[in-house]
């Protein structure tokens, strides 16, 4: 039911760089609305990451950052760490379904 | 500091209605800065978008739940509920409710608080 595209999975060594892209379509990320991202730890509420397809809230570190382009979106991790190991999630505003916010299809970081 | 709290009840029976109500701590609940979402998570998947209440009182719901949902709120009290009717096994899902936020640009909502969630099941 999710109407934005992410991979399963992503994984990486600690201290590496990963990437996590969410694909949308000219109803939503295509529209020009932004995207915003959320990290799922395990057994916990999801909680901001990401805001207007750039911003960190306060306390969020910079190693996280955003882009969009398009119809697409994507998340970089830098300098990966154990504790990022979570599931991560895209989320923005569709106009066709009028009123609706709409969720990635989640993707789960595993740090070797 | 605005915390959100879920309450209501852990087990719900097939055909039945799941109410449950969000418990807003905090000053900005009657702010119209803010929408308050109700969003679900089923077990071992993503996240769906339930619907909303304004301040104001008005209400949106995902469409693909619309004839199910009612949404409403106490602005005495500080909280806002959920009842979802006629549910399935499939309704069964850890619920969130949620502070949603466009820091005043349309088309930029986001969820900006949320709470801890609470597992509903539906079962007989």
């Known amino acids: 039911q999710s109407v934005l595209t992410q991979p399963p999975s992503v994984s990486g060594a600690p201290g590496q760089r990963v990437t996590i892209s969410c694909t949308g379509t000219?109803?939503?990320?295509?529209?020009?609305?932004?995207v915003h991202w959320y990290q799922q730890l395990p057994g916990a509420a999801p909680r901001l990451l990401i805001y207007?397809?750039?911003h960190r809230p306060s306390g969020i570190p910079d190693r996280f950052s955003a882009s969009k382009s398009g119809s697409s979106a994507s998340l970089a991790i830098t300098g990966l760490q154990g504790d990022d190991e979570a599931d991560y999630y895209c989320?923005?505003?569709?106009?066709?379904?009028?009123?609706?916010?709409?969720f990635g299809t989640g993707t789960k970081v595993t740090v070797l | 500091q605005v915390q959100l709290q879920e309450s209501g009840p852990g087990q719900v029976k097939p055909s039945q209605t799941l109410s449950l109500t969000c418990t807003v701590s905090?000053?900005?609940?009657?702010?119209?800065?803010?929408?308050w979402s109700w969003i679900r998570q089923s077990p071992g998947k993503g996240l769906e978008w339930i619907g909303y209440?304004?301040?104001?009182?008005?209400?949106y719901s995902n469409p693909s739940l619309k004839s199910r949902v009612s949404i409403s709120r106490d602005t005495s009290k500080n909280q806002f509920s959920l009842k979802l009717t006629s549910v399935t096994a499939a309704d069964t899902a850890v619920y969130y409710c949620?502070?949603?936020?466009?820091?005043?640009?349309?088309?930029?909502?986001?969820?900006?608080?949320w709470g801890r969630g609470t597992l509903v099941t539906v079962s007989s």
């Open positions: 949620a502070r949603d936020s466009d820091l005043g640009q349309p088309g930029n909502w986001h969820f900006d608080l």
């Open positions: 209440i304004y301040y104001s009182g008005s209400t």
């Open positions: 207007a397809d750039i």
């Open positions: 000219s109803s939503n990320i295509g529209a020009g609305f932004a």
């Open positions: 905090g000053d900005s609940f009657g702010s119209a800065d803010y929408y």
């Open positions: 989320q923005s505003y569709d106009n066709s379904l009028s009123g609706s916010r709409v």
